[in-house]
Every structure is written in C-alpha cells, then in structure tokens.
C-alpha cells in the first residue's frame, strides 16, 4: 500500500513538472463541453432541459478525458524500460496497479473539478445538492479508473492497443457508468437522495467488486 | 465425443420442428427461442470465466482454448438473443430497439465479448493472448450478473418470466405443461447446440495447435 503510494508520488512528480497528460485532459473536456454547449444552446434557456442533459454532458468530458489519461499511464513506464525496473523491486506487483489508480484517480478528480464550475458557467446552471454530487462522481471516476487501469496495463503489449483501449474500457465499465450517470441526473433534476439509493448501492457493489478483481487478476498481467 | 456431438445435432433438429409447428402465427413462439438462447449465452460466458480463471491457474493451454471456443459461440448467442428480440419487439412494442435497461445490458454484454475477440486477435504471442484474455475474460463476466438481473433491479418494459422483481410480480403467463415442456426442450435443444458447437471448435483449435507444433519440428 505504502510502496503504491510512493509511485503514485513519484508520477504526480513527474507529471507536475511536464503537465502534459493533465494539459490535455483538461483541454479535450473544456473543448466537448464548449462543443455541448454550442450544440444545445437552445435548450440553455430552462433550468429543468439543461438539468436533463446536464449528468450525460459531464459524464462524456469525464470519460474521455479518463481515457486519455489513461492511454498514457503504462505508456510512460514502458517508453524507457522503466515497467522492468519496477516489476525487479521488492515489491508487490498490485502496488504498480494501485499507484497507477491513485495517479489516475487524482488526475480525473483535477479535472472535474475544472470542468463543473466550466460547465456552470457555459451552461448557465446552478449546482444544488453538491455534496453528493461530488460523491457520486468520486465513485464513478474510481470504478472507471479501476477498471481503466486494468485494461491500460493489459492493451499496452498488444497491436493497435491505443486503439483497443476505448472499444475494450467503454464497454466494461458501463456497469460502473450506468448508476453513475442515472445517480448523477436525478440529483441534477432534483430528486432525493433516498430515492437514488439503489443506484448509488449498484454503484459501490460494482466499485468494490471490480477493485478486488482487479487486484487479484495484476500480477498475471504484467508476468513476462 | 464427434458421435455424440453429432446425436446433439440430431436430437436437436426434431425439437426445433417441434416448438416452431406448435403456432407459427403467434409472435410470442419466438420466446422459446430467446429465452433459452439467452440462458445458453450467459452459460457459455460463464464457461468462459471459469476456463479463464482454471487458465491462470494450472497454465494449461487446453482451458485458452475452452475459453475461446465458449467465447466465440457465446457471442453468436449474444447477438441471436439481441437479434430474436428485435424481432419480437418489432411486432409487440412497434420499434426494433427501446433504450432500457435490459436491452442495454444485453448490447453491453455481446460488446464486451466481441471486445474479448478482438482482443486476442490483437495479441500475436500465443502465452500472452492467453493469459492476457484470461484476464479480460476473468473481468468480462462482471458485466454478466448485471445484464442478468437488470429487469429485476430496475423497472423494465422487458417481461420477466420467472420470479419477482423489485417492483412487483412478473407473471408473464407462463402456464401449462404443454408450454412447460417445449421451453424444457428447447432449452435442452440449445444447451446440446452450444456443447457440440463449442467441442467442434474446441477440437478445431486443439488440432491447429498440434498442426503449428509439427510446423515448428
């Protein structure tokens, strides 16, 4: 856990001093959101349309972005060789999978935060019920990264893999994005927190279940 | 093993005339396709998680191939079960496709499995392909409940057959023996087309294996 957390820190490190990955997710999510905006600028009007598009505009600026981040995590380590330094450290090989997952998690949480408040204001809507806003996003991003990361760390030795990631990611994290997005859009649209439970329920299930499989299954992906 | 998949292939065909002489005209007939297909699909996912899962284990190269024989026919299936229900939805609800829960999980689960084909048409090593498909077929078979239990977890316009849901009885007005009985038969119908299909293709790659080891000597 601990050794995890000091890769994680080491590639925040880097990342703080090229910025490059997190440049342009934050960039490609302001450019869909611009392009949203433009493309529903009739509905900007009413509160209540903006509301019913609103869960499914954030949800694709965070996907894509998490999938562009994503392509990039392994790529990193296997450009200069740095994949078989680390699988010859003393450590657990789920501690590369899980620095992988707080880099990335950290990252995508960046930049939701930039993209809400951008969404506010392109959109003209008053966030309510924050909080558990926020919260059902922390489980959304975390079940994507979970699984993304897997699946990045598992495309990186195949052809065409920058390619395979999406049709591969997309399809397999839908069941963390569907409660995710439904959650999202009924608090949006005013609806009680206890009347999303399930959802919500669905979501930490899918969360945790795809965390332990996740765990268990690393190793055999980065043997050799 | 050919004998008896061949029996299969002949036990199967008099079923078929069976369930499709009953009534022809009615389009409900097509649940006795769809439903035992749809049972047969998520079987032969399941066949594929746990070869995956044997795979990783025992490293034998035989459960790679279990795998992605049941693979190949599970998506047939998957996409059989997409299409039977197209139809019916066409004559019952007057469109080809609802975007509901059940229907979308079932599009996500032949997705994810055309995703495990691709896959490994993407992997040339053949001790990576397999290993690395275990993986995906370990994590695939997540999707598989979900897609399972999703008319009993959110209000659906599929009719659920057996069972309760969370929101009230099903009762889709399954009665009779005689019903009963040609469900049973199709269903062993399709179980015995899934085994024989997939212990050809099994066969297949076993054989192709032996091949490209003579080719290596």
């Known amino acids: ?224 | 093993m050919l004998v008896v998949a061949f029996g299969a292939i002949f036990f199967y065909l008099p079923v078929m005339k069976d369930s499709a002489g009953n009534a022809l005209d009615s389009s409900f007939n097509i649940f006795y396709f769809h439903m035992p297909i749809a049972i047969v699909a998520y079987l032969a996912f399941f066949v594929v998680f746990i070869s995956s899962i044997l795979y990783l284990r025992e490293n034998d190269q035989k459960w790679d191939e279990v795998s992605l024989s049941a693979a190949e026919v599970g998506v047939i299936f998957a996409f059989l079960v997409l299409a039977t229900g197209s139809i019916w939805a066409k004559a019952i609800w007057g469109w080809y496709w609802v975007w509901e829960p059940r229907l979308t999980t079932s599009l996500v689960l032949f997705l994810v499995y055309v995703g495990y084909l691709m896959l490994r048409t993407a992997l040339d090593d053949p001790l990576k392909r397999a290993r690395l498909s275990a993986v995906f077929g370990i994590l695939a078979f997540v999707s598989v409940p979900l897609s399972f239990l999703s008319i009993r977890i959110w209000r659906s316009a599929h009719p659920l057959m057996f069972g309760g849901s969370l929101y009230g009885q099903g009762g889709g007005g399954l009665e009779g023996t005689s019903l009963l009985l040609v469900l049973i038969l199709n269903m062993l119908a399709f179980l015995m087309l899934f085994v024989s299909l997939t212990s050809f293709k099994f066969k297949n790659e076993k054989f192709e294996r032996e091949l490209d080891m003579y080719k290596g000597r």
Do not use: H
Request: aromatic content about 12%; overall charge neutral.
């Open chain 1, 1 to 224: 856990m601990l050794k995890g957390l000091n890769i994680a820190f080491k590639d925040l490190k880097i990342e703080s001093r090229a910025r490059e990955i997190f440049i342009s997710m934050v960039v490609f999510s302001l450019l869909i959101l611009i392009i949203f905006s433009i493309a529903f600028s009739d509905l900007l009007s009413s509160a209540s349309k903006t509301a019913t598009v609103a869960s499914g505009v954030l949800w694709i600026c965070f996907i894509f972005a998490g999938t562009l981040g994503l392509n990039r995590t392994f790529a990193t380590e296997v450009q200069n060789g740095c994949m078989d330094g680390l699988k010859m450290c003393p450590i657990p090989r789920n501690s590369i999978y899980l620095s992988k997952v707080i880099f990335v998690f950290l990252l995508m949480l960046l930049v939701e935060i930039i993209t809400i408040p951008m969404f506010s204001v392109l959109f003209n809507y008053q966030f309510t019920a924050i909080i558990w806003v926020g919260i059902v996003i922390l489980l959304g991003s975390f079940g994507f990264v979970v699984v993304g990361c897997l699946i990045s760390a598992l495309v990186i030795k195949a052809r065409a893999g920058e390619m395979l990631l999406p049709v591969l990611l997309l399809p397999l994290s839908l069941p963390v994005i569907i409660p995710a997005v439904s959650a999202t859009s009924g608090l949006l649209r005013g609806e009680d927190i206890f009347s999303l439970m399930s959802s919500i329920r669905l979501l930490v299930v899918y969360d945790f279940v795809f965390f332990a499989v996740s765990m268990l299954v690393f190793e055999y992906v980065v043997e050799d």
